[in-house]
Structure formats: C-alpha cells, structure tokens
C-alpha cells in the first residue's frame, strides 16, 4: 500500500544538529525499494492560498494557517503494513526536530488491474484486426520500436500506418499469447516487462510464429491509463516466419 510522508518542519526548533537526508533516501530507495520518490517544497513565505468564493477566486500571498510547523516536502513509500511506514517516518532525520505524518492513499484504485484490462484489450483488437479498438490503447505521443514492422514509430499517426501494413501480410486470427507480464506501477507512470509470442497465417502461404521481449511504458491520462512507450526485441523477421511449401510453386 502507498503512503504519503508529510515532511514537517519547526521554524522554532534548532536544526544545526539534523543528520543528512541522504542517507535515509538511499537507505529506502536504492537499498530497499519502498521510497518511490519525493521532494523538497519551497518556504511557506513563497506558497499562494486560493479560495473560490461566490465564483471569485481569492489570492493570498502566503500559506493556508500561519503556524510555526510547515509542511517542508514529501515522500511516497510503497510498504506492506501502516507499521512498516511509521518506522521508515520515525528514521526520518527531520523526525527528531520536527514532525512526519504518514497518510495512506485511498487503496480503491487498482492499477495493476486496469493495466492488464488494456493489455487484454490490445490482444481482442490484434486477434480481430481491428486498428481503431488497438490506437485507442496507444497514447497520441506515443513512441514504439519494432524491428519487425519498419523500425521506429513516433505518433499514434504513424503507429497506425505500420499496424495496418502488418494486418495486410496476416490472414485470420492473430494469436497473441503474454507470458509472465510484470508490471510495476508508480503514481501516474507504470512499465510492464513480458513474452509475447505471435501466431498467425500469412497472406502469402507462410505462418509466423515469433516469441520477442517486450517492454512497454503506461500513462495514467485523468481516469484512463495508455501506452506512450514499447520496445520489443527478439529474433529477426527471417528467422521468425515459418513457410509453409505446400501448394507452393
């Protein structure tokens, strides 16, 4: 489960003793995975306050209370238990001159599984030949390598254009089968690691069978997530398609 860290500083309590913040972020990202980022916020002196009131908006120069305690910046920690956050809070360096309060996210988003909903979804749209079911996957900036089809495709524009070319060489069903996809989800970024084998008639006589690696990059757009990256390596296109010689002058 995510939790938030809010870093809370004191312009009361005396710093000069604080230990570095390095270590701490070291310790819990490189060294054990749970901080997944984080930042330092500017002084409250420099924040703006914004009210909406009887359809006027309402500037003020400064934070939302005057207090002693601010919030100074942030973590997000990604850890099985509420108690397992709390003792990454209390090795905070801040912790002995200030304050952390550790907020769960609301745990009714599942991301994971509506990733994967679209992964299935490109496969109906592959298997059914169906161009506009699969660019509406794929973001409008969305960059894809493919040795197989052309090489580099930058848009959904020219995505589309290699996709049909490929659809043009296939006759019948696609087969599209994901093996052991690992997804790893990070606010509104998410990449996903897989085997995907491809099976399917050729136009021309011959069967294609291809086994490639694919690595694919997701972007959560308002309520919708979409792929705007995917690089899939593998064996070349010789090697990859079978022809089948009978009936074959």
Same mark, same amino acid.
């Given at each position: 489960?995510?939790?938030?860290?809010?870093?809370?500083?004191?312009?009361?309590?005396?710093?000069?003793?604080?230990?570095?913040?390095?270590?701490?972020?070291?310790?819990?990202?490189?060294?054990?995975?749970?901080?997944?980022?984080?930042?330092?916020? $500017?002084?409250?002196?420099?924040? &703006? *306050?914004?009210? #909406? !009131? @009887?359809?006027? /908006?309402? +500037?003020?120069?400064?934070?939302? =209370?005057?207090?002693?305690?601010?919030?100074?910046?942030?973590?997000?920690?990604?850890?099985?238990?509420?108690?397992?956050?709390?003792?990454?809070?209390?090795?905070?360096?801040?912790?002995?001159?200030?304050?952390?309060?550790?907020?769960?996210?609301?745990?009714?988003?599942?991301?994971?599984?509506?990733? $994967?909903?679209?992964?299935?979804? &490109? *496969?109906?749209? #592959? !298997? @059914?030949?169906? /161009?506009? +079911?699969?660019?509406?996957?794929? =973001?409008?900036?969305?960059?894809?390598?493919?040795?197989?089809?052309?090489?580099?495709?930058?848009?959904?524009?020219?995505?589309?254009?290699?996709?049909?070319?490929?659809?043009?060489?296939?006759?019948?069903?696609?087969?599209?089968?994901?093996?052991?996809?690992?997804?790893?989800?990070?606010?509104?970024?998410?990449?996903?690691?897989?085997? &995907?084998?491809?099976?399917?008639?050729?136009?021309?006589?011959?069967?294609?069978?291809?086994?490639?690696?694919?690595?694919?990059?997701?972007?959560?757009?308002?309520?919708?997530?979409?792929?705007?990256?995917?690089?899939?390596?593998?064996?070349?296109?010789?090697?990859?398609?079978?022809?089948?010689?009978?009936?074959?002058?």
């Amino acid at each position: 489960m995510k939790y938030m860290l809010l870093v809370c500083g004191d312009d009361t309590a005396d710093a000069s003793g604080m230990a570095p913040v390095e270590p701490w972020v070291e310790e819990l990202s490189a060294q054990r995975g749970v901080r997944l980022h984080g930042h330092r916020l $500017r002084l409250p002196a420099d924040a &703006v *306050t914004v009210r #909406v !009131r @009887d359809g006027e /908006v309402l +500037r003020t120069d400064g934070p939302f =209370a005057e207090t002693k305690e601010y919030v100074a910046g942030y973590d997000i920690l990604e850890c099985a238990t509420l108690e397992e956050a709390v003792e990454a809070a209390a090795k905070h360096p801040v912790a002995s001159v200030g304050a952390l309060e550790v907020r769960a996210f609301w745990d009714d988003e599942d991301a994971e599984r509506e990733i $994967r909903r679209l992964d299935a979804e &490109v *496969t109906a749209a #592959v !298997r @059914d030949h169906d /161009v506009d +079911r699969a660019m509406a996957c794929y =973001a409008p900036d969305v960059e894809v390598f493919h040795p197989g089809s052309g090489g580099e495709q930058s848009g959904v524009g020219a995505l589309r254009k290699a996709v049909e070319l490929w659809f043009s060489a296939v006759d019948g069903p696609v087969e599209r089968e994901v093996l052991g996809l690992r997804i790893r989800v990070d606010e509104s970024i998410a990449f996903g690691h897989a085997l &995907v084998r491809t099976r399917a008639a050729l136009a021309d006589g011959g069967k294609l069978d291809t086994t490639e690696r694919v690595t694919t990059g997701y972007r959560l757009a308002g309520d919708r997530w979409r792929i705007v990256h995917q690089h899939m390596s593998g064996p070349g296109d010789a090697s990859a398609v079978t022809r089948n010689e009978e009936g074959r002058s």
